[in-house]
């Protein structure tokens, strides 16, 4: 058979061997980019090479059978492109919901059945009428009258075509950094072949009857974009351009760096961390701030780097005039180990808050006056706070990893046993008293709460408190209560009954001094009896009760009046007036009672009692016409101090202020006008008398 090289024989033949060659590639490197997009560019590639192939032996031959016999596989290769094209643009954009079997058939039904009816009858009659060998210009190429059929499936990939380069147009639009540039030259690269396909059917090129069809030969020229999109922007390496849902929308930074180090592309939260990332910055200038990444880029993009990458690390951004935020950084391969490089993703996680917290229970722990640690279900310390050192004098590293019960003193190990072993077996905290040893080998006394770290966690965390002092100082204080209470009592009443001895024998010159005696030895009684009742009051749990303050004001004013027959005691009371407050109520309204009347220098002294309702709690006033209490001791309850110069004559207020106030109430003093003072006490109603 003879055969006429045309022109047009050495475009076809070049764009044949870069498309098999792009879809052998592609073939080969299976394993990177996605499935779909992968398959369909091979789809793509390959039918590309067969139209031009096929096409260039059509040209070339000189007979019209083999032309129509070559003919046929040229409509192969135009079928098999209408199917893969619309593919690769749909699973370039993550349209995958399109390639599903039912909606995919609008795109490879009609291309499928064009190809059975080409195998099977040919494209003359079906597609050609009267097909012959004509002249153009010096070479014999095939001539035919279209038909409807033809007519119909250039219109079908025309629109098939105008539907896919409207996609690749939105998304090169939409879009930035290296996914605009990949979809800008995909668009140009499909538009190319159609549109001189179309110059040529109108004679705008090549022969003026259109006898030659320039879709295949501009493949030759497309072949050099496709080239730059699949070795320049990494076509087959870099995700899809679809990625708002996982890229652009992520609370994360991310950065995606091409195997130079380059920036190819990154989402506005890193932006945000990272300003100097600019698209097409290397490492160094966009991670100036973070030598880490910068590092991380450089090994994971060097042969020895490969088995470190996919880590973890953190770095610390911002500073001197913006605050610190810290980040981790997760850095992973695009394409995975074992496989050529194809870029790094730089994934950036804020946590910075998570970070603060962690800082601040790490000073609250290091700087706590308690001594914390955690121990296993094995007894073993795994921590222990800084303050161990300060407190007991023992480095945390030589304590860490020894029996927790080691530290306990040999008399107190069975009960501390006892409650470590309950922690463990309920979610109670268990608290006990015990003694610790110093690094001096002295002992130490600390109340310790044992209970578990986490509901399901087989670790408890211990906290001590030294309470060594507070316990010496509260013996010390037992001791003077005791001397205060009994002993002073004692000696006081034994100085009463020689006094009144005494008078049997002194003249009446020494009655006024006895009589001082007297006066002193009644003082210091009341004394160390307001001294058991604030002992009791300061040591008292009982909860509140209900008391008629009515019925109390009544009977105490009764009883005052019996006690001190010169004072006038005057009550106003309503029929009842129930409050509830602590049980020792009693003993701060009679203090307040005869307080009136004992610091009043008058011989007929006045107190008026009265009890009123205000609002949800009940008042009582007492009021006397006495010189008034110092503003020194009025201020002792209300500054929380006792001081040398104030001595203990403010017990009495200091016994009314705890209970009243241990009561729910508030307590108040004012002078009385023109002398005289005004107690005031609102103590909270019953539950019964709010109702």
Not at 385 to 405: F, Q, T, W
Request: charged share 25%; proline share 5%; hydrophobic share 45%.
């Amino acid at each position: 058979m003879a055969w006429q090289p045309t022109p047009y024989t050495v475009p076809l033949l070049v764009a044949a061997v870069a498309s098999f060659g792009f879809a052998a590639y592609a073939a080969a490197n299976r394993s990177r980019g996605g499935r779909a997009l992968l398959w369909s560019f091979v789809g793509v590639a390959g039918s590309a090479g067969v139209w031009s192939l096929a096409y260039a032996a059509q040209l070339s031959a000189t007979a019209l059978g083999p032309t129509l016999l070559f003919n046929r596989f040229v409509w192969l290769g135009t079928a098999g492109l209408a199917v893969a094209w619309p593919a690769f643009v749909l699973s370039y954009v993550d349209r995958t919901e399109w390639l599903g079997r039912r909606r995919f058939a609008l795109f490879w039904v009609v291309p499928a059945a064009t190809a059975v009816a080409v195998l099977t009858v040919g494209a003359d009659p079906l597609f050609y009428a009267d097909p012959s060998l004509v002249d153009a210009g010096g070479y014999r190429l095939l001539g035919y009258a279209p038909t409807p059929a033809l007519l119909g499936f250039v219109g079908y990939t025309y629109a098939v075509n105008l539907f896919s380069f409207g996609v690749l147009g939105y998304a090169a639009v939409s879009r930035d950094g290296v996914f605009r540039r990949q979809a800008a030259l995909l668009f140009a690269a499909g538009v190319a072949p159609p549109a001189l396909g179309a110059a040529g059917i109108f004679g705008l090129v090549g022969p003026a009857d259109g006898v030659v069809d320039f879709t295949p030969i501009a493949f030759s020229g497309t072949s050099a974009l496709l080239a730059w999109v699949v070795f320049r922007y990494r076509l087959l390496d870099v995700s899809p351009i679809a990625r708002d849902a996982v890229f652009a929308n992520l609370s994360d930074g991310v950065v995606v760096c091409d195997a130079d180090g380059r920036v190819i592309d990154r989402n506005d939260p890193a932006q945000a961390l990272f300003p100097d990332a600019e698209l097409g910055a290397r490492a160094d200038e966009a991670f100036a701030d973070a030598p880490p990444v910068v590092d991380a880029v450089t090994e994971a993009g060097s042969d020895e780097g490969e088995a470190s990458s996919d880590d973890e690390f953190r770095v610390t951004v911002g500073g001197d005039d913006a605050a610190p935020r810290f980040l981790t950084v997760d850095v992973h391969d695009i394409t995975g180990p074992g496989t050529t490089r194809g870029g790094t993703v730089l994934l950036f996680r804020d946590v910075t808050e998570r970070e603060t917290l962690q800082r601040r229970y790490r000073a609250l722990i290091e700087k706590s006056p308690n001594v914390i640690a955690v121990c296993g279900e094995d007894g073993l310390i795994r921590y222990v706070s800084p303050s161990i050192e300060r407190l007991l004098g023992h480095a945390p590293a030589a304590i860490e990893g020894r029996p927790v019960i080691d530290l306990v003193h040999p008399e107190d190990r069975r009960e501390a046993q006892q409650a470590f072993e309950r922690a463990f077996e309920g979610a109670e905290p268990q608290s006990i008293t015990h003694r610790i040893a110093r690094g001096d080998g002295s002992w130490r006394r600390f109340e310790t709460v044992i209970e578990r770290l986490f509901e399901d966690a087989r670790e408890v965390v211990i906290t001590a408190t030294d309470v060594t002092e507070a316990r010496r100082y509260e013996q010390r204080l037992q001791v003077l209560n005791r001397v205060l209470r009994h002993d002073l009592k004692n000696d006081t009443n034994v100085i009463g009954g020689y006094a009144d001895l005494l008078r049997d024998h002194v003249d009446e010159e020494g009655d006024p001094y006895l009589d001082v005696i007297d006066r002193k030895v009644q003082t210091l009684t009341h004394l160390s009896d307001q001294a058991r009742e604030i002992d009791v009051a300061l040591h008292s749990d009982a909860d509140k009760t209900e008391i008629d303050l009515a019925e109390l004001v009544d009977r105490l004013c009764e009883s005052l009046g019996s006690s001190f027959p010169r004072a006038t005691v005057t009550v106003t009371v309503p029929d009842s007036a129930v409050v509830a407050a602590d049980e020792l109520l009693e003993s701060a309204v009679r203090n307040v009672l005869e307080n009136a009347v004992v610091h009043n220098d008058d011989d007929d002294p006045h107190v008026e009692a009265t009890v009123v309702a205000d609002g949800d709690r009940f008042r009582l006033d007492v009021a006397d016409d006495g010189p008034g209490i110092p503003p020194v001791e009025r201020t002792v309850f209300s500054e929380a101090r006792e001081t040398a110069l104030e001595h203990a004559s403010g017990l009495g207020l200091w016994l009314v202020h705890w209970i009243v106030t241990e009561s729910g109430g508030d307590l108040e003093i004012d002078t009385r006008e023109p002398t005289g003072t005004v107690v005031r006490m609102w103590l909270p109603r019953a539950a019964e008398e709010c109702e």
